[in-house]
């Protein structure tokens, strides 16, 4: 319809309102007593008619941030309802198409152009403080505060604040802008997002505290194997076991856990049958004639601690020739075992009895040589 130019009507520059006026009232006259198809035929010469007169009105509303063509389009839209819609009964058919086309460009940019859904009261109060502050700039010469636009518009001052912080919804930044600069950083880089490991905080904190209660053997491969990233054939190459008894190890420390986590009170952790012999502290101390030989024998955890700094602080205030600690059986050292054994080298030093670690496992091995008890370990 719009894309049609062949017409008898004068240019456009020719035309006034009157023209339009009259116009509309020969097109109402003629399409009395005319079938519905010859109606259509009426009716698009009237609209190419007014066409400039419907561009006019567009183009008043340029440079607001729509394309002049979408605008264009709006209008001619605006005006098919008035042609459409138009009674000769009740009035210039001029005012009419204006009012229409006006109104529909209007609800063109209150529904259409605004990127975030803004309710329609505070929307028409945006334009409203548009206008009163381009007012008051120019009369006061300087931007107007937000007491002077509520003083002006008769609006509490909350209500203008609101305002002017909904009117960024209009046009909002896009996340894929640059930052600036020869950056090639984009806005929505700088965006936070929602921590989804928030949730695990207090699965984490829980099982910090339940890994203390594990033997530190147990603690150890779950740290080489989950933190470490290591293999379970690794593990096993540096504990000296074999990679069958490494996974046994992993599905007892995890199906504990598992428990403990659901439990108001954590079970007692139960060692498995066939290593009950060897994961609990042993420590036996021998005399061998003049010799001291401490026995140690399963991991030495804080309470196997104690009783092997007891042994090792006793057997060298004996004054013997020589203090031996076997530690052939000892599979693994905490913290507290670690300090036992420091605190007899110490007490050693001090009675200048020679005090000597001997048949060290590989892997306890490498924890007293990190405590710095290398010397006293024999090679």
């Given at each position: 319809?719009?894309?049609?130019?062949?017409?008898?009507?004068?240019p456009?520059?020719?035309?006034?309102?009157?023209d339009?006026?009259?116009?509309?009232?020969?097109?109402?006259?003629?399409?009395?007593?005319?079938?519905?198809?010859r109606?259509?035929?009426?009716?698009d010469?009237?609209?190419r008619?007014?066409?400039?007169?419907?561009?006019?009105?567009?183009?008043?509303?340029?440079?607001?941030?729509?394309?002049?063509?979408?605008?264009?389009?709006?209008?001619?839209?605006?005006?098919?309802?008035?042609?459409?819609?138009?009674?000769?009964e009740?009035?210039?058919?001029?005012?009419y198409?204006?009012?229409?086309?006006?109104?529909?460009?209007?609800?063109?940019?209150?529904?259409?152009?605004?990127?975030?859904?803004?309710?329609?009261?505070?929307?028409?109060l945006?334009?409203e403080?548009?206008?009163?502050?381009?007012?008051?700039?120019?009369?006061?010469?300087?931007?107007?505060?937000?007491?002077?636009?509520?003083?002006?518009?008769?609006?509490?001052?909350?209500?203008?604040?609101?305002?002017?912080?909904?009117?960024?919804?209009y046009?909002?930044?896009?996340?894929?802008?640059?930052?600036?600069?020869?950056?090639?950083?984009?806005?929505?880089?700088?965006?936070?997002?929602?921590?989804?490991?928030?949730?695990?905080?207090?699965?984490?904190?829980?099982?910090?505290?339940?890994?203390?209660?594990?033997?530190?053997?147990?603690?150890?491969?779950?740290?080489?194997?989950?933190?470490?990233?290591?293999t379970?054939?690794?593990?096993?190459?540096?504990?000296?076991?074999?990679?069958?008894h490494?996974?046994?190890?992993?599905?007892?420390?995890?199906t504990?856990?598992?428990?403990?986590?659901?439990?108001?009170?954590?079970?007692?952790?139960?060692?498995?049958?066939?290593?009950?012999?060897?994961?609990r502290?042993?420590?036996?101390?021998?005399?061998?004639?003049?010799?001291?030989?401490?026995?140690?024998?399963g991991?030495?955890?804080?309470?196997?601690?104690?009783?092997?700094?007891?042994?090792?602080?006793?057997?060298?205030?004996?004054?013997?020739?020589?203090?031996?600690?076997d530690?052939?059986?000892?599979?693994?050292?905490?913290?507290?075992?670690?300090?036992?054994?420091?605190?007899?080298?110490?007490?050693?030093?001090?009675?200048?009895?020679?005090?000597?670690?001997?048949?060290?496992?590989?892997?306890?091995?490498?924890?007293?040589?990190?405590?710095?008890l290398?010397?006293?370990v024999?090679?």
């Amino acid at each position: 319809m719009f894309g049609q130019t062949t017409t008898t009507t004068p240019p456009a520059t020719e035309r006034g309102l009157e023209d339009l006026d009259a116009a509309a009232l020969a097109y109402a006259a003629r399409i009395e007593g005319l079938p519905p198809e010859r109606r259509q035929e009426a009716r698009d010469d009237l609209v190419r008619f007014a066409l400039p007169f419907a561009g006019r009105l567009a183009r008043r509303y340029r440079g607001r941030g729509e394309p002049l063509e979408d605008l264009e389009q709006v209008a001619r839209l605006g005006l098919v309802n008035a042609v459409d819609r138009y009674d000769p009964e009740r009035g210039s058919f001029t005012a009419y198409a204006a009012i229409t086309i006006v109104g529909e460009i209007k609800r063109h940019f209150r529904d259409r152009t605004w990127g975030v859904h803004v309710p329609r009261r505070l929307r028409d109060l945006i334009l409203e403080v548009g206008q009163a502050t381009a007012a008051l700039t120019s009369e006061l010469s300087r931007a107007p505060t937000v007491a002077e636009l509520a003083e002006r518009l008769e609006t509490p001052e909350e209500e203008i604040l609101a305002a002017l912080e909904s009117a960024a919804g209009y046009s909002p930044a896009s996340l894929n802008a640059p930052v600036g600069g020869e950056s090639s950083a984009e806005f929505g880089d700088l965006v936070g997002e929602s921590d989804n490991a928030l949730e695990s905080v207090d699965d984490r904190v829980t099982v910090s505290g339940l890994l203390h209660r594990l033997p530190w053997r147990e603690r150890r491969i779950l740290a080489m194997r989950f933190y470490g990233n290591q293999t379970q054939a690794e593990i096993a190459a540096r504990f000296g076991i074999s990679q069958m008894h490494v996974s046994r190890l992993l599905s007892r420390a995890l199906t504990w856990l598992r428990q403990a986590m659901l439990a108001d009170a954590p079970p007692p952790w139960q060692n498995g049958a066939a290593e009950s012999g060897t994961t609990r502290s042993k420590i036996s101390v021998k005399q061998n004639g003049d010799r001291v030989v401490v026995e140690v024998g399963g991991e030495i955890d804080r309470d196997g601690a104690d009783q092997l700094r007891r042994a090792v602080l006793e057997a060298v205030t004996g004054q013997p020739s020589e203090v031996v600690v076997d530690l052939v059986g000892a599979g693994g050292f905490d913290a507290g075992g670690i300090a036992a054994l420091m605190a007899g080298r110490d007490a050693a030093a001090c009675t200048g009895v020679p005090l000597r670690l001997t048949r060290v496992q590989p892997a306890v091995r490498r924890s007293l040589t990190a405590a710095g008890l290398a010397a006293t370990v024999d090679a």
